[in-house]
């Protein structure tokens, strides 16, 4: 059996994580459409971006948190190598890296424009303070087609991870069909290049998983581990 605050921070991190990116959604609004390129619009809502884009960065860190405990959780209950338990934790970690990376291209854009308004980050303005309604375009590009490629690695964690919760049933067996149907939504969301409702079903598996986590429900009974 694990220790009790090595659980706990695994639930932790998947709740605070979800907690967190919903937050950061809230409080940004979401990403303007492509073509927005007035700098006022940029200078009147630079506070309001700031903070939302730095929740989803920190909710981040709280969801490579739980993919940590999720990989050793798993990796303990899998038979053999582990390969399976490893090709999730790594499809995780590709998916997390990635987000941080699109959320690059949209703080470019905003900085640019916070700029041309006259409301500097605090960190100054190194950017040219110009807004060029392609470049805009351009960025708010890249940032919708890595969010469309995460996907694919997405897909690629919950299979595996389903894979390892049907057949050892190291997550309750609901749970497990239920991350495979997930996994397959994902995927084919990512082949007709649709996000929604991918991320928010993504952010519902976190929250339960690690609610079970939590509340001990994920672990094997004492009378499946005889029976292995």
Do not use: K
Request: net charge positive.
């Amino acid at each position: 059996m694990r220790p009790r605050w090595s659980t706990g921070l695994t639930a932790a991190g998947g709740i605070l994580f979800a907690g967190l990116w919903f937050g950061g959604l809230g409080v940004s609004g979401g990403f303007p459409e492509p073509t927005t390129s007035d700098p006022a619009y940029y200078a009147q809502n630079a506070t309001r971006y700031w903070a939302g884009d730095h929740l989803i960065r920190l909710s981040i860190l709280f969801l490579i948190l739980f993919l940590g405990g999720l990989w050793f959780f798993l990796r303990r209950r899998e038979r053999g190598a582990g390969w399976l338990s490893a090709v999730a934790l790594g499809s995780g970690l590709l998916v997390a890296g990635l987000n941080l990376v699109l959320l690059a291209f949209p703080d470019v854009a905003r900085e640019m424009g916070a700029c041309a308004g006259g409301a500097p980050p605090l960190g100054g303005c190194g950017l040219t303070a110009r807004v060029d309604p392609y470049v805009f375009s351009v960025l708010y590009g890249l940032a919708s087609s890595l969010t469309v490629l995460t996907l694919t690695p997405l897909a690629l964690f919950l299979g595996a991870t389903a894979a390892i919760a049907v057949t050892t049933r190291a997550l309750p067996l609901w749970l497990g069909w239920a991350t495979a149907a997930v996994a397959l939504l994902v995927l084919v969301s990512s082949v007709i290049e649709t996000v929604f409702p991918s991320y928010l079903l993504f952010a519902l598996w976190v929250v339960v998983t690690s609610v079970l986590i939590a509340r001990g429900r994920a672990e094997p009974s004492s009378t499946e581990m005889e029976v292995r």
